[in-house]
Structure formats: C-alpha cells, structure tokens
C-alpha cells in the first residue's frame, strides 16, 4: 500500500521561510516523478513543482526563484523549500508521487497525500 505524508507547515509572516517534506513507502522512490500542489478554498488544485525520478524539475511562474524543490532518494524524502513568502502562497500543499509526468498536473490518480497547511501572514 502506497502512503504519501506531508509535514512542515506552518504559520508564517511574509517574507519568511518555511521547508516541506514529504516521505513516501510501499512504492520504489526513486522511479517516479515526484510533485507538489496546492489548493485554496474554491479553486482548483495547481502544480506548484515537480521533479522527475532524474532529478529535472519544473517550477511554476508564480513561485520561480522563491520555491525550489529537491529530493533525497536515499530517504525516500522529497522537499520543498520556500522563500519570500507571500500572502498568495497560503494553501494546503498536497505532495504527491505522480503516475504520469510531465506535466506537472493533479490527476487523480497520481498517490496523494493528506496535505499540510500553510498560512502566510502579512
């Protein structure tokens, strides 16, 4: 059984940093594309960042130069580092090994996690 589990959000100021990780088991870490979304109340989820299983990433142009995301394979661990938070990036930021990339997208059937709030004050 495939479990994905975010971790590491928070309550921070604009401005700020904050690093989420993201573990995944029951699956070979290290042959699938890795990726984070987000969502808000009443929109649709969209891709944030992923990674592909060698290491390529994509970054939306709405985080390109603040986010940047990488992975550990030997840790089965994915992350995303966020800098110069802004009041637009407060979301739940979903993680999620993905079972078709590129693109960077939620489909549905990609092994989602539960997500991890994250909330930027300003």
């Known amino acids: 059984q495939v479990q994905v589990k975010e971790s590491g959000g928070a309550l921070v100021q604009a401005g700020g940093s904050l690093r989420l990780s993201c573990t995944a088991s029951g699956l070979t870490f290290d042959e699938y594309a890795m990726g984070w979304f987000r969502q808000v109340p009443g929109k649709r989820r969209e891709g944030v960042s992923c990674?592909?299983?060698?290491?390529?990433?994509y970054v939306a142009d709405s985080v390109k130069g603040r986010f940047s995301i990488s992975r550990d394979n030997a840790k089965n661990t994915l992350y995303l580092q966020m800098d110069k938070l802004e009041s637009d990036d407060t979301a739940v930021y979903y993680c999620?090994?993905?079972?078709?990339?590129?693109?960077?997208?939620?489909?549905?059937?990609?092994?989602w996690g539960q997500g991890t709030q994250v909330t930027v004050s300003s």
């Open positions: 990674i592909s299983y060698k290491g390529d990433t």
């Open positions: 999620a090994a993905l079972t078709a990339y590129p693109p960077c997208y939620p489909f549905d059937d990609h092994y």
